[in-house]
């Protein structure tokens, strides 16, 4: 179902992507390019400007994009339906947010060269050997993949060892960010309790409030995107990213070739671990607080959401889901609150019963309609007709 | 409690009394002489015989004696001047309303000038209330003994010792006898003779009681020069032994209380899951909306409750028989609309299946919060469900977890008779094992698939009645029980609904047998954590259907 005609070999990065992935790498381009410079250079009451909250507020949907892809990149390609993503984000965001914590230095309430506030209000005297050493900024970034792409690997490596699919996977993966879930709301655990961590200052030694600063985290993000992107393509497009795409239409039939199915899929899902562990790291200081609500079952599962009203198999679609229904959300819950969860619930029920590619899908089939049948056949994976790994 | 004495009994004292209604002579002559004399020492008497005189009265165990002897503490005890007669005086607006002793009648209205209070000082008050105390000890209710022996217990008074031990001589109830035993032990280990202390402390040992322990540890305690409270080494040999024996005991009956805990989480966990495992189970479908099922049972529940608080209050009692057929079919009917309107365009595809009926239960959730508020809704207990039995080592069990454990036993085993025995039984089985071949033969699909998916919703209708009497019913509820659901099944191996019932039992048990070591949160972390790890050995769940297949 794929494109026949794909060389294998050596083949340049910008003749991997499809016309969607160049929309979306111009699109980003001009973006982080434009919003800094009308954020920065116009005058506030000029109409070109662009305000900072928005400046953050997109900053926050590319990370929301950048989550979404890595989850199209297990999902949309190896048939892995993860309920736990965010939990890899919000570890990532945790591991950022400690960092930021001791960046406040003695300028909390209590004044504490060392401890953040909540430490002090518990009475502890000293800090707890997990939070050494995020001072550094070089560290906690090697934490923000490391911390995610551990837990990833020992779960996967548990899990598809002992060939733990589908549905089964789907769920003791929600079970995972559900214990993490009710574990970070301890207060004894040292990362805040159910307040989390905030109240952050500065990132490398730039006021995290100025104009700035939220513009660099805007292109920071849209770079992240950008390189996640290409890192998913670059996989999907190789000789691995077609095994894994043999894994989700036919696990068994793969393992029968001589594939070691397993460590594919530890691979892939280690790295979506990580982009999402990024994901988590950039959103916190543009959103200045992170709390374990991030780490509830529900978050995780509106995610493949974003994937799923995107279009699923993609990796642009999902960015586009991701971007999208976070706007829509910002939309209806200022506009009309009490409509917003009829209209989400909505949402993916139509997804699923009339857009089972979701718009990406959808909008290209009709595409290609108009186009006339065989016109233009472009390299791009499809979504399965049978969903992968549970089914049957 | 109106008092019958015979008239001419009254008389022939010279205690000049106010006449009582003649009634059947209830007492011996002598008897009754004796205890009008004692009543007259007792309002005339020097402090001996005053308290010679309580002590004897308190001995006869009468009824009359304990409101006289209260109202003498009380200091509203009184002597009429003009011909001796003792009465309890009660404050009126004209003056002293008088209250004969002796037959508990009314003996007309007096000015305080006309009477004499009876004087009790602060140490005859003490004697009297332990008089009142031990005397209780003889009341012929079982229960009143009972809480007299309780309150010896507690108070460790010597003065009671006498009658406690009068008391045990005569007591024929087990029950009794033991609090009466544990009362004396309780007063004897406060003796200066150190045998005494020994038997005490050895008839202590066989009694499991947390005040116990803490008496007998503080037996042990050593004050700062190194000498211990107890200066017997036999009796604190004693001591230790007995304490040990007891917190055996006392954490077996912990243990036993964990057990029960768990055993009522896992029938909660079950009546959620039970549901799921058709729905899931056996049609292979996943449900997310199965918690907002449990809601709207629940939110029945409280509907069905108004009605009857509106219209037959009286009947209130009766509700939740109503309610569980109309959280029934409300759950149902809502279940056979889902699967109608859009699980059936989804079957063998479980992950889209997940995201529609995800976003079904959102969609329900604001439902139900537009409609009753994010509020609580508040659902009352019938009468019959409330209380608890309490046991000696301090384990409360409340009837409505014993009635919920039971709701739920009955359940399951309906659910199975319905799958074994019933005509929609064998046809869900067929479809389930080969639907193509049931259809050949005639079977409607279809049908069975509604009629499936409304009999899983169906009970989690019902589990929604059972769990408004524990849990808020708010349009939260289901959101809660949705995981934990899911991981039971999962634990107990999908299509297998005894694998269902185990592992439901097996996970409220250790969540609840963790609890105590690691807090409740850790514990339910840790149980997470090793399913888990379970399914990683297991990847099939505790029972799993053995079948052909590579993938399930």
């Known amino acids: 179902m794929t494109a026949a005609s794909r060389p294998s070999g050596y083949v340049p990065l910008l003749m991997r992507l499809d016309r969607g992935g160049m929309v979306l790498l111009s699109v980003l381009a001009a973006a982080a390019i434009a919003v800094p410079a009308l954020n920065l250079l116009m005058p506030p009451d000029s109409p070109f400007h662009v305000p900072t909250y928005l400046v953050s507020l997109w900053g926050k949907y590319l990370c929301f994009a950048l989550l979404a892809v890595s989850v199209d990149l297990v999902w949309g390609y190896c048939g892995i339906l993860s309920l736990g993503h965010g939990a890899f984000f919000a570890l990532g965001g945790y591991a950022m947010g400690m960092h930021l914590m001791r960046q406040i230095g003695d300028r909390g309430v209590y004044g504490d060269p060392i401890l953040p506030d909540f430490m002090v209000f518990l009475d502890w005297d000293q800090l707890p050997w997990y939070w050494h050493g995020f001072d550094s900024f070089a560290f906690a970034a090697l934490m923000v993949l490391l911390v995610p792409g551990t837990l990833a690997f020992v779960f996967g490596w548990l899990a598809f060892r002992s060939r733990v699919t589908g549905v089964y996977f789907s769920i003791i993966s929600q079970a995972m960010t559900y214990a993490l879930l009710l574990a970070f709301f301890r207060n004894d655990m040292g990362f805040g309790g159910n307040n989390g961590l905030t109240d952050f200052k500065d990132i490398l030694g730039f006021d995290l409030q100025a104009d700035g600063t939220r513009a660099a985290l805007f292109v920071a993000s849209a770079i992240a995107l950008a390189g996640g992107y290409l890192i998913c393509r670059l996989m999907v497009t190789s000789k691995f990213g077609r095994v894994l795409m043999a894994i989700r239409d036919g696990e068994s039939r793969t393992r029968f070739l001589g594939y070691r199915v397993e460590m594919y899929k530890l691979l892939v899902w280690t790295v979506s671990a990580m982009m999402a562990g990024v994901a988590g790291a950039l959103y916190v200081p543009q959103v200045g607080i992170i709390n374990p609500g991030e780490f509830s079952p529900a978050n995780s599962i509106e995610i493949i959401v974003w994937v799923a009203v995107g279009g699923r198999g993609t990796l642009y679609g999902a960015a586009l889901g991701g971007v999208l229904v976070n706007y829509g959300k910002t939309y209806f819950t200022g506009a009309a609150p009490e409509i917003w969860l009829f209209l989400l619930g909505g949402l993916f029920i139509a997804v699923t019963l009339l857009l089972p590619k979701g718009i990406v899908g959808t909008l290209s089939q009709w595409w290609q309609g108009r186009r006339g049948f065989g016109l233009r056949k472009r390299a791009r994976p499809a979504v399965p007709a049978s969903e992968g790994g549970a089914a049957e | ?552």
């Open chain 2, 1 to 552: 409690m109106p008092i019958r004495v015979n008239r001419a009994l009254v008389l022939a004292f010279a205690l000049a009394l106010v006449l009582g209604v003649l009634a059947a002579p209830s007492r011996s002559l002598a008897q009754e002489a004796e205890f009008a004399e004692l009543v007259a020492t007792l309002a005339t008497g020097d402090f001996a015989e005053k308290t010679a005189a309580i002590a004897a009265l308190t001995a006869t165990g009468d009824p009359r004696v304990q409101p006289m002897l209260e109202a003498m503490a009380d200091r509203r005890l009184y002597l009429r001047e003009e011909d001796g007669l003792v009465a309890i005086g009660e404050d009126d607006a004209e003056g002293l309303r008088l209250i004969d002793v002796l037959t508990g009648e009314e003996a007309g209205i007096v000015g305080s000038r006309d009477v004499d209070r009876i004087r009790a000082n602060n140490r005859m008050r003490g004697i009297i209330r332990s008089a009142l105390g031990t005397m209780t000890l003889m009341n012929p209710d079982a229960a009143v003994r009972l809480e007299a022996a309780e309150t010896v217990f507690r108070s460790q008074d010597e003065g009671a010792l006498d009658a406690l031990e009068q008391a045990l001589a005569a007591e024929a109830d087990d029950a009794v006898r033991a609090a009466m035993e544990k009362a004396r032990a309780a007063i004897l280990l406060g003796s200066e003779d150190a045998v005494l202390r020994l038997e005490a402390v050895e008839a202590l040992s066989s009694f499991t009681d947390p005040d116990i322990r803490s008496m007998l540890a503080a037996l042990l305690v050593q004050d700062q020069d190194g000498t211990f409270a107890e200066t017997d080494e036999a009796v604190r040999a004693a001591a230790t032994e007995a304490l040990d024996a007891i917190e055996q005991r006392l954490a077996l009956w912990r243990t036993a209380g964990h057990i029960y805990q768990g055993i009522s989480l896992g029938s909660v966990l079950l009546l959620a899951a039970i549901g799921l495992a058709i729905t899931f189970g056996v049609m292979g479908v996943i449900n997310m909306a199965h918690g907002e099922m449990v809601m709207l049972g629940a939110y029945t529940t409280f509907v069905v409750q108004q009605l009857f608080r509106d219209y037959m209050p009286g009947l209130f009692d009766f509700s939740l028989f109503v309610a569980i057929p109309a959280a029934f079919l409300v759950a149902g009917a809502a279940g056979v609309a889902i699967e109608r309107g859009i699980i059936r365009f989804l079957y063998g595809r479980p992950l889209e299946t997940l995201l529609a009926t995800w976003g079904l239960s959102l969609i329900l959730q604001q439902l139900v919060r537009t409609v009753f508020g994010p509020t609580n809704r508040e659902v009352g207990a019938p009468s019959w469900m409330q209380g608890a039995i309490e046991t000696t080592a301090g384990i409360t069990l409340t009837y409505n977890r014993l009635y919920i454990i039971l709701f739920c036993l009955i359940v399951f085993a309906g659910l199975i008779m319905v799958l074994r025995r019933t005509p929609l039984g064998l046809q869900m089985r067929a479809v389930t094992q080969n639907r193509q071949m049931a259809k050949a033969m005639g079977i409607r699909t279809g049908r069975v698939d509604a009629l499936t998916f409304g009999l899983g919703s169906g009970i989690a209708g019902m589990a929604g009645v059972a769990l408004s009497q524990i849990d808020n019913v708010s349009p939260n509820l289901g959101q809660s029980y949705i995981i934990d659901s899911f991981l039971v099944v999962v634990f107990g191996g999908v299509g297998n609904l005894w694998g269902t019932l185990a592992g439901a039992f097996s996970l409220g048990i250790a969540n609840k047998l963790l609890e105590p070591y690691a807090g409740a949160v850790l514990g339910k972390i840790l149980v997470l954590v090793a399913i888990i790890l379970f399914i990683q050995k297991r990847p099939r769940g505790l029972f799993a259907l053995k079948g052909r297949a590579v993938e399930a």
